[in-house]
């Protein structure tokens, strides 16, 4: 090893990783299908300005993409959208499908070798009528519909003829909020799971079912303090149901009056992940009675679980983890499963046989797996004494020795109900292939740890998840694994917030990254979409001027002595240019320096690849200067 190759400064490594390499990866693959030998699914495309596409895999195993430019079927439901699609019966033997199309939110119904027709009507406000979680049943789409009208919006499941030419019919209404509808096997009953303001799907839901002959409807299970998700009918009569009534989210089954509720694997593991898109169910159903699951604590595993004994068995699958969206069609499985080095893809899975089958990976080609991190789990202790998860991603390259401890990026994850995984990702390779070490917290209000993790964050946003990402940065630096004069730390949306607080509230960082973070609580309240507009009262308390201005940022921003580097989509309906922009102009006067970056056209998460390569380029640059390589 030369002395020149070891001298290469942290933050400048030679990478075969690049800005366009980043860019491209992460079609985000969603919502499978299956139904025979046959599988469907959806691709976003970073290279086609973040178009959102379905692509068919047929039983011969071709590959065919169903919807060309401009087509995109996106749901703006909940602005976070969902499943925007559903397989329907075709014209002749094939499968046709009906998809919300992004730019009007319409349904258009596209069977083989026609042009998509629309089967909604034309709403008098620009895609003033949404719809998300479709599903097919004898003739109809049934799924959620959300309504603007007159600065209100309002949410219902309707039915709606697979031939188009009537109006959406109103099944169940009155409710602010519904998901996973889904109908009894005799046709008869619909059940689905519903909650109100100022709840969020991960605080309280109920269990409902309405009788389709005369609309009369009754509560199975569930109410403000318990969260219950996925109803699947496993007979006329009985569901199978995910509750965290326990503390943790797992599967039980219930009469459909609310009688004989029974927990098939009692476990403190999660079977099931947040609501934050509609559509996706985390287990399936399988002919012989068995149900396929994910469960674990942080990544979830994929198993078989006998609903009769309670057995539960893992399958030999070469995945880590799974996303909780599941579809299954007799014995057959499919899924969307990753691994540290291997790119979240559409599986299919024989359950019988036992063989998988990767039907599309959302990178392309991967480099070298010596320049892909390796993650730790490791459990930091935080203030008081808390346990505080944290995955660690030391630098990794083959061509250099370092002989110092490294900078690090603390990142923090949207939500804040979220979670991160070990799934591959070539933004934190990326950094690690450069010299830059990478620790992604799940701090206190993260999903995959049970309830009362998750609720660590009641009341406490801006003080919890501060506190714990400051105390993986000083665990860093104790641990002898970080420079502790280069640490910074990035993150997204309500991460983003967590970055502009703890810069305000520490010195443990030597810069903050944020995308499209939120900086003031009253202004957001205010004018962010409908579904998390009461979601501040949960984190922080009811609009309170003084509360509020000592938990914000932008209360706190003279707080901030660290750079700064801010970007943010100039379309953003979640979180507002205005966040940035005032939080940028706070440190403009106070003389910190601060860069802010904005996009053209750029929603709520970054999906074109001119975008994503050049946020990347200014992250890495930053840290560069903050750094001083």
Known sequence: MSAERDAVPHGTWPSPVSTSDVARSGLHLGFPTVLGEEVWWTEDRPAEGGRTTIVHRGADGARRELLAAPWSARTRVHEYGGRSYAVVPGDGSGHGVVF??????????????????????????????????????????????????????????????????????????????????????????LAYICWNHPRMPWNGTELRITRLSDGHSWTVKGGAGESILAPQWRDD?????????????????????????????????????????????????????????????????????????????????????????????????????YGPAVPRSIVR????????????????????????????????EGRFGRKVHALVYPPS?????????????????????????????????????????????????????????????????????????????????????????????RGGSAGGWTVMAACALSDAFAGGVSYYGVSALGPFAETTHDFESRYVEWLVGPQDPILYGSREPLGQVAGVTCPMLLLQGLSDPVVPP?????????????????????????SHGFRRAETRSAALAAELAFYQQIFRT
């Open 100 to 189: 919300t199309n992004l730019a009007d939110q319409r349904l258009y119904l596209l069977t083989d070798g026609a042009e998509p027709r629309p089967i909604t009507p034309q709403p008098d406000l620009d895609a003033g009528l949404r719809y998300a979680d479709l599903l097919f049943h004898d003739g109809q789409i049934w799924c959620v519909q959300e309504r603007h009208h007159d600065g209100k919006v309002s949410r219902s499941i309707v039915s709606i003829p697979l031939h188009g030419g009537a109006e959406p019919r109103e099944r169940v209404g009155g409710n602010d909020f519904y998901a996973f509808p889904t109908i009894s096997p005799d046709g008869e009953h």
């Open 237 to 337: 009569r009985t569901l199978y149901l995910v509750s965290d009534w326990s503390g943790w989210w797992n599967l039980y089954r219930i009469g459909m009056y609310g009688t004989s509720s029974q927990a098939l694997h009692p476990a403190e593991e999660e079977f099931a992940g947040p609501l934050w898109q509609l559509g996706g169910r985390p287990y399936a159903v399988l002919d012989d009675g068995r149900l396929a699951v994910l469960h674990g604590q942080g990544d979830l595993r994929l198993a078989l679980l006998d609903p009769e004994d309670g057995t539960l068995t893992d399958l030999d699958v070469p995945y880590d983890g799974w996303a909780p969206v599941l579809a299954a069609d007799g014995r057959t499985l499919a899924g969307i499963g």
């Open 397 to 489: 390259n083959p061509d250099v020795v370092a002989h110092t401890p490294p900078p690090y990026v603390v990142f923090a994850h949207g939500g804040p109900t979220g979670h991160s995984t070990t799934a591959l990702d070539l933004e934190k390779a990326f950094l690690t292939s450069r010299g830059i070490g990478v620790i992604d917290v799940n701090y206190g209000g993260s999903t995959g740890y049970g309830r009362a993790y998750r609720d660590r964050l009641r009341g406490q946003w801006g003080v919890v998840d501060v506190e714990d990402v400051i105390a993986a940065a000083e665990w860093l630096s104790g641990e002898g694994l970080a420079d502790p004069a280069r640490i910074a730390i």
């Open 349 to 380: 899975v024989d359950t019988v046989t036992g063989r998988v089958e990767g039907l599309r990976r959302d990178v392309g080609e991967l480099p070298d797996v010596a320049y892909l991190p390796v993650p730790r789990s490791v459990e930091i």
């Open 578 to 602: 205005a966040q940035s922009q005032a939080f940028a102009d706070a440190l403009a006067e106070r003389g910190v320096p601060c860069t802010y970056l904005t996009f053209e056209g750029e």
